[in-house]
T-cell receptor, first 115, second 115 residues
Framework: GAVVSQHPSRVICKSGTSVKIECRSL??????MFWYRQFPKQSLMLMAT?????????EQGVEKDKFLINHASLTLSTLTVTSAHPEDSSFYIC???????????FGEGSRLTVL | AQSVTQPDIHITVSEGASLELRCNYS??????LFWYVQSPGQGLQLLLK??????LVQGIKGFEAEFKRSQSSFNLRKPSVHWSDAAEYFC?????????????FGRGTQLTVWP
């Protein structure tokens, strides 16, 4: 079964609204989680590194105010796409790094469609 | 900056035939190297990884990859492909000295398997 769960798996929203995507590590603690964005037929682009209890580290070119990341506990990181626009439509994938094992697991992704 | 090149966007093979997916990377030092597989609408599953040691790495599902430092390559191979291997394959690198799990991906190779 999945060890990293993302919710929702699919979301459709209107332009201008905000959408929150959750990434949960199941049965293990993850001090560090990562958020990726995947465009159709393209690769995964690392957006940010999320550290529990501290601010996320964003990759160059990723808008911090557009993509808000919160990592409030050792098992949960959230990505909020603020004031979403159609160009934000994408497949968002998170991964979680096990604190004890050092193993990395990926979530099943969340498909965001902004109308 | 790290970069990962997967020169083949799409490969088609017959079931039972051998397979090689190419991956080249650009990085100042030997990075951590990974191969992931992604089925449609799904997250990523780790096939294998190279950190150090033996340059021929065995993975799950009968896959193997060979790290060749002189060629900056980490090609994925399978001696006999099964229809269930049809999926998208991603090569990824992680920088030594950086946060483990912070990965940079190639654009992917779509594998089609003919019966």
């Amino acid at each position: 079964g999945a060890v990293v769960s993302q919710h929702p798996s699919r979301v459709i929203c209107k332009s201008g609204t905000s959408v929150k995507i959750e990434c949960r590590s199941l049965d293990f603690q993850a001090t560090t989680m990562f958020w990726y964005r995947q465009f159709p037929k393209q690769s995964l682009m690392l957006m940010a590194t999320s550290n529990e209890g501290s601010k996320a580290t964003y990759e160059q070119g990723v808008e911090k105010d557009k993509f808000l990341i919160n990592h409030a506990s050792l098992t949960l990181s959230t990505l909020t796409v603020t004031s979403a626009h159609p160009e934000d439509s994408s497949f968002y994938i998170c991964s979680a790094l096990g604190t004890v094992t050092g193993e990395l697991f990926f979530g099943e992704g969340s498909r965001l469609t902004v109308l | 900056a790290q970069s990962v090149t997967q020169p083949d966007i799409h490969i088609t093979v017959s079931e039972g035939a051998s397979l090689e997916l190419r991956c080249n990377y650009s990085y100042g030092a030997t990075p951590y190297l990974f191969w992931y597989v992604q089925s449609p609408g799904q997250g990523l599953q780790l096939l294998l990884k190279y950190f150090s040691g033996d340059t021929l790495v065995q993975g799950i599902k009968g896959f193997e990859a060979e790290f060749k430092r002189s060629q900056s390559s980490f090609n994925l191979r399978k001696p006999s492909v099964h229809w269930s291997d049809a999926a998208e394959y991603f090569c990824a690198v992680g920088a030594r000295g950086s946060t483990l799990g912070r990965l940079y991906f190639g654009r992917g190779t779509q594998l089609t398997v003919w019966p």
